[in-house]
């Protein structure tokens, strides 16, 4: 319904109330209507999967329609993302948010800072997810509220023309809420308790879930050693239970992301079910690390394949774990991708160890000739070291071309001593570039930085207690924060306007009238920064 709709309809209802609702006015009702337009999480869900889905069909028309998002680990955080997006880009188009299990488990847990191992309690991820909307929600509030203030302001000047200009603007609001991809790490347990999660974060908002092939009583972060995976089918399992939940919630258009750790997992817990040559469980098994044994030298204990023939005894160490065959990683990554394209996923997460395009497409290209319309998530993780990475394969690129790199050492290639070199001018130009060139060449569809709020937060905290607790005083405070926010617009420089103060007073005001008891009034010190 459109503003004007919204008054219409209130304004019939309220006369219909035999005079009993006459104080309710019609349009400050409409006002709150479109400052509230997601009632539930559930709306917000459907919403953003529709979202989804229309920019994964662009993006199959045309690769540099890709998408981005950072990580969040509070409202306040997405909230001021999204209200910055909108400031310098003027939309949120394929712009998204990431929730990152790891920055739950670091910072949102009760047990305090946990390593991303799936310790945390599994009802902190939906609750992230509901908190992040209400923060997104109240942005939107806010926005309309000003915009509503200078309506107010428009007809008190006389002033027509302003007024439908911002009429239309109104009616043309483009939301803060975008879609989110939501971590639902290994699903916290057997396939029930995957999808009791998956139907709270879809209850909280999220329309696109990601979840690992990892055992998930020994999940580890996918750039840490000792990763152990599961076979395919108990990984199935758990991806039919977030599309039965997102079925079941009427969320049909919902998305799974499935991430695949094989490129860095060598190890499994189970051997799989195998019920004929070929199948799932039998090429996951092809990949142990195994020795032909005769019969009569079996121990006890040994688990026996039987394989063409021979009889094979996978590796089995002390930890009771069996190990993958080395150099494997690569083509049980192909397989997990396809598996998973094939029974239901829509979208695939690789995890690897570094940012390479063509590392990353020459798997892509293998999965493509399968799934011809096969796509990624990739992690632009903080975890790599983005310029010596980038340096190195420059370094790489000049030496195979026969280009003299004498007066570089490779090893030492994140010094600042190279810092404005050639190479390091180049390095940097593929930084800049890689979302867009890997886009185009090795099917990523959206990329996202995990953890990268963690990483400013601490980084601004360090800038700023360094200069207010040292000389600069209260000067480190004024120019390194609220200078720059008043030059550069920060939104959040009016805190009390952010936290919704004046959104109070419009309420006060509709409530009690003249009588109202208002913040927002000549004295209040946010006004120092009206200019």
Same mark, same amino acid.
């Given at each position: 319904?459109?503003?004007?709709?919204?008054?219409?309809?209130?304004?019939? %209802?309220?006369?219909?109330?035999?005079?009993?609702?006459?104080?309710?006015?019609?349009?400050?009702?409409?006002?709150?209507?479109?400052?509230?337009?997601?009632?539930?999480?559930?709306?917000?869900?459907?919403?953003?999967?529709?979202?989804?889905?229309?920019?994964?069909?662009?993006?199959?028309?045309?690769?540099?329609?890709?998408?981005?998002?950072?990580?969040?680990?509070?409202?306040?955080?997405?909230?001021?993302?999204?209200?910055?997006?909108?400031?310098?880009?003027?939309?949120?188009?394929?712009?998204? /948010?990431?929730?990152?299990?790891?920055?739950?488990?670091?910072?949102?847990?009760?047990?305090?800072?946990?390593?991303?191992?799936?310790?945390?309690?599994?009802?902190?991820?939906?609750?992230?997810?509901?908190?992040?909307?209400?923060?997104?929600?109240?942005?939107?509030?806010?926005?309309?509220?000003?915009?509503?203030?200078?309506?107010?302001?428009?007809?008190?000047?006389?002033?027509?023309?302003?007024?439908?200009? %911002?009429?239309?603007?109104?009616?043309?609001?483009?939301?803060?809420?975008?879609?989110?991809?939501?971590?639902?790490?290994? @699903?916290?347990?057997?396939?029930?308790?995957?999808?009791? %999660?998956?139907?709270?974060?879809?209850?909280?908002?999220?329309?696109?879930?990601?979840?690992?092939?990892?055992?998930?009583?020994?999940?580890?972060?996918?750039?840490?050693?000792?990763?152990?995976?599961?076979?395919?089918?108990?990984?199935?399992?758990?991806?039919?239970?977030?599309?039965?939940?997102?079925?079941?919630?009427?969320?049909?258009?919902?998305?799974?992301?499935?991430?695949?750790?094989?490129?860095?997992?060598?190890?499994?817990?189970?051997?799989?079910?195998?019920?004929?040559?070929?199948?799932?469980?039998?090429?996951?098994?092809?990949?142990?690390?195994?020795?032909?044994?005769?019969?009569?030298?079996?121990?006890?204990?040994?688990?026996?394949?039987?394989?063409? @023939?021979?009889?094979?005894?996978?590796?089995?160490?002390?930890?009771?774990?069996?190990?993958?065959?080395?150099?494997?990683?690569?083509?049980?990554?192909?397989?997990?991708?396809?598996?998973?394209?094939?029974?239901?996923?829509?979208?695939?997460?690789?995890?690897?160890?570094?940012?390479?395009?063509?590392?990353?497409?020459?798997?892509?290209?293998?999965?493509?000739?399968?799934?011809?319309?096969?796509?990624?998530?990739?992690?632009?993780?903080?975890?790599?070291?983005?310029? %010596?990475?980038?340096?190195?394969?420059?370094?790489?690129?000049?030496?195979?071309?026969?280009?003299?790199?004498?007066?570089?050492?490779?090893?030492?290639?994140?010094?600042?001593?190279?810092?404005?070199?050639?190479?390091?001018?180049?390095?940097?130009?593929?930084?800049?570039?890689?979302?867009?060139?890997?886009?185009?060449?090795?099917?990523?569809?959206?990329?996202?930085?995990?953890?990268?709020?963690?990483?400013?937060?601490?980084?601004?905290?360090?800038?700023?207690?360094?200069?207010?607790?040292?000389?600069?005083?209260?000067?480190?405070? *004024?120019?390194? *924060?609220?200078?720059?926010?008043?030059?550069?617009?920060?939104?959040? *420089?009016?805190?009390?306007?952010?936290?919704?103060?004046? /959104?109070?007073?419009?309420?006060?005001?509709?409530?009690?009238?003249?009588?109202?008891?208002?913040?927002?009034?000549?004295?209040?010190?946010?006004?120092?920064?009206?200019?």
């Amino acid at each position: 319904m459109t503003y004007q709709t919204h008054i219409a309809q209130l304004t019939n %209802l309220i006369a219909e109330q035999n005079g009993t609702w006459d104080a309710i006015s019609p349009e400050s009702v409409a006002r709150m209507r479109l400052q509230n337009r997601f009632a539930t999480g559930l709306d917000i869900a459907r919403y953003t999967a529709a979202i989804m889905r229309k920019d994964m069909a662009a993006y199959d028309a045309d690769p540099a329609n890709y998408t981005q998002s950072l990580g969040c680990w509070h409202g306040f955080i997405a909230q001021q993302k999204m209200i910055s997006i909108k400031k310098h880009f003027g939309t949120t188009d394929r712009r998204y /948010l990431y929730l990152s299990g790891w920055m739950v488990a670091a910072m949102r847990s009760e047990f305090g800072p946990l390593p991303d191992q799936s310790m945390h309690e599994k009802t902190s991820v939906p609750a992230l997810i509901e908190e992040l909307y209400t923060f997104l929600r109240q942005a939107d509030a806010r926005e309309l509220g000003m915009m509503f203030r200078d309506v107010d302001a428009a007809r008190a000047s006389g002033n027509a023309i302003e007024e439908q200009r %911002l009429l239309n603007a109104i009616e043309n609001h483009q939301t803060h809420v975008v879609p989110i991809i939501a971590d639902i790490d290994a @699903g916290f347990g057997n396939a029930e308790a995957t999808y009791l %999660l998956a139907r709270k974060m879809i209850e909280a908002g999220a329309c696109a879930l990601q979840i690992e092939n990892q055992v998930s009583d020994e999940k580890q972060c996918g750039h840490q050693d000792g990763k152990v995976t599961v076979p395919h089918e108990d990984f199935l399992a758990k991806v039919r239970a977030c599309r039965y939940a997102f079925l079941e919630l009427g969320v049909e258009d919902g998305i799974i992301v499935t991430r695949t750790d094989s490129l860095g997992a060598g190890l499994t817990k189970q051997i799989a079910v195998s019920k004929e040559a070929g199948d799932l469980g039998d090429q996951y098994n092809s990949y142990l690390d195994c020795e032909e044994i005769d019969p009569a030298t079996a121990q006890n204990g040994d688990v026996i394949l039987n394989r063409d @023939g021979k009889l094979l005894r996978p590796k089995r160490l002390p930890s009771n774990l069996f190990q993958f065959r080395a150099g494997t990683g690569e083509d049980r990554c192909v397989m997990d991708c396809i598996a998973s394209l094939q029974n239901g996923a829509d979208l695939l997460w690789i995890e690897t160890e570094k940012p390479h395009i063509e590392q990353i497409a020459g798997m892509v290209d293998r999965i493509r000739e399968v799934v011809p319309n096969a796509k990624l998530v990739y992690n632009n993780s903080p975890s790599f070291n983005w310029t %010596l990475n980038f340096r190195q394969q420059v370094f790489d690129a000049w030496s195979a071309a026969g280009e003299d790199v004498s007066a570089y050492d490779r090893a030492r290639l994140m010094s600042v001593d190279y810092d404005g070199t050639l190479l390091a001018d180049e390095a940097d130009e593929r930084i800049r570039t890689f979302q867009a060139d890997s886009a185009k060449r090795a099917g990523i569809f959206h990329h996202l930085i995990t953890l990268p709020t963690y990483h400013t937060a601490a980084l601004s905290t360090d800038n700023l207690a360094k200069e207010y607790f040292g000389d600069a005083g209260m000067l480190g405070y *004024v120019k390194g *924060v609220q200078r720059k926010e008043i030059r550069e617009g920060i939104a959040c *420089v009016k805190h009390q306007n952010m936290s919704g103060s004046d /959104l109070g007073d419009d309420h006060k005001e509709y409530f009690a009238g003249e009588a109202a008891l208002k913040a927002g009034g000549a004295h209040n010190t946010m006004n120092q920064f009206a200019a």
